[in-house]
């Protein structure tokens, strides 16, 4: 039905979870049930929704590194990030869903790299 979400899987991390949306198509969403915490740049590859849903998405990361970003969209896709709880309270400082962290050496947190097309 339109307009509403059929669970497509649950998943124990959450690049397990970013890496099986990529594979579900354009109009796939990947909603957050908790507090996103990873190590790795996340790519997107394909188009999806990200719903940070009231909770932080975190990039740990020690030292600034070439591929220091938490999410890179790459090629042709298309990523949108909504916040379908910003009343949610997700630490002491704050309400709703954000995207932290990320030390990349020519980047912020979101890299959108271009590739020309022929």
Known sequence: DEG?????GTYASPTEAWDAVQKLGEHAVLRLDSAWLTDRELSADSSFTLD????????SIKKADR????????NKAALEIID?????????????????????KDTAVLY???????
């Open 112 to 118: 959108r790299s271009m590739q020309a097309v022929r």
């Open 84 to 104: 379908s709880a910003p009343g949610r309270v997700s630490c002491s400082a704050f309400k709703g869903g954000s995207i932290q962290g990320g030390r990349s």
């Open 4 to 8: 509403k979400l059929t669970v497509k």
């Open 67 to 74: 591929n220091g970003e938490l999410i890179r969209v790459r």
């Open 52 to 59: 940070l849903n009231g909770f932080p998405m975190i990039r």
